[in-house]
């Protein structure tokens, strides 16, 4: 299976370094996501790398949620829907509004009525695919983390029947993917964004941009979800915008090394945003101050993404991507049975 060539150090990392020291000796905990830089967004069948890398997520994602939701169509997207379904005894933690009053009084123990999810509903994905997202220290850079996150939350909306429409942004370069149903989009979606154009020091991703066009194209209530490293500061009035009419999930990406960086003297780091690179020594006094900053970034980020009222998802490169967006959809799924959240 191929590799990524080696990512560029990120704005928020000094770890050139580092990164050559750590590289996994295990390659099939790795997984590729380009077959390296192109002039446009890519068009036509996958490489059979990369069709072998969507079929290996698929059957992993798969796997994993079945065990899950149980055939229970009700997860990330919104699905309580407005169809009546079966009554059934009140427990502790259902929502009062569903009580069914007729059986209620009928057998005087209370009733609630299940509701079927919704089916007609599209799903979006914005997937910033920029430059500053192909950096990773670890098993995993952050864009193919970014891809198997998409990948969930993709075939999460094909078992729902539910359309799938994607926003794909690159620096300055937007791509848009029409909804349409079926694993097939997923696999179309994906197949796209394993092979982003190149956009290195182009500048930062344009994700407002994207989130403004989602915003455009999705005329009815939805549900979103938004994966990037959301470098920069004006994503957040688009990303609030879009949480007022639809149900939005903002899933972060990024690397052990944005946030320490050890000191290991004199290196070159690189903007791939702007392509500017610098020299600097990192020494403890260096690290220290490193971290400080990185942990007022991180913290002003996730003010700005609660004030936008979306769910979040935090994921890192060396973590259990797949296991932490299931405990997410294992804890939709109970709110959704005690109807928590429904009204915003």
């Known amino acids: 299976m191929p590799t990524l060539p080696p990512s560029s150090v990120s704005p928020n990392a000094a770890a050139t370094a580092a990164r050559a020291s750590s590289q996994p000796s295990d390659q099939t905990a790795r997984f590729s996501t380009s077959g390296g830089p192109s002039q446009g967004w890519a068009q036509g069948p996958p490489t059979e790398s990369v069709a072998e ?41 259902d929502d009062v509004r569903r009580i069914d009053w007729n059986i209620t009084a009928r057998t005087n123990e209370t009733y609630v009525r299940e509701q079927i999810a919704d089916r007609d509903l599209t799903a979006w994905l914005v997937v910033d695919a920029s430059a500053t997202m192909q950096f990773g220290t670890v098993t995993n850079d952050k864009a193919q983390t970014a891809t198997a996150a998409a990948a969930c939350i993709g075939f999460l909306t094909a078992r729902n029947q539910n359309r799938l429409g994607a926003i794909l942004v690159a620096g300055p370069a937007i791509h848009v993917i029409p909804p349409r149903t079926g694993a097939n989009q997923v696999r179309a979606v994906l197949s796209t964004l394993t092979d ?76 791939p945003a702007t392509g500017a690179t610098r020299e600097v020594r990192v020494t403890t006094k260096v690290q220290q101050r490193f971290a400080k900053a990185a942990a007022a970034e991180r913290e002003r980020r996730t003010a700005e993404l609660g004030r936008s009222g979306a769910d979040v998802i935090e994921l890192m490169t060396d973590g259990d991507w797949l296991g932490t967006i299931v405990q997410h959809t294992q804890r939709k799924k109970v709110q959704s049975v005690r109807g928590d959240g429904i009204d915003r």
């Open 53 to 93: 890398l969507l079929r290996t997520l698929e059957l992993m994602i798969n796997g994993r949620l079945d065990g899950v939701l149980h055939g229970n169509h009700q997860g990330l997207t919104p699905g309580h829907g407005s169809e009546p379904g079966e009554s059934r005894l009140y427990q502790p933690g």
């Open 196 to 271: 982003p154009p190149e956009s290195e020091g182009l500048g930062q991703a344009d994700l407002a941009g994207a989130l403004d066009r989602v915003g455009a194209l999705a005329k009815r209530r939805g549900f979103i979800a938004v994966i990037s490293d959301f470098v920069g500061d004006d994503w957040g009035d688009a990303l609030g915008r879009l949480s007022m009419r639809h149900d939005l999930l903002a899933i972060t990406v990024h690397d052990p090394r944005e946030y320490d960086v050890p000191p290991i003297g004199l290196v070159e780091v690189v903007d």
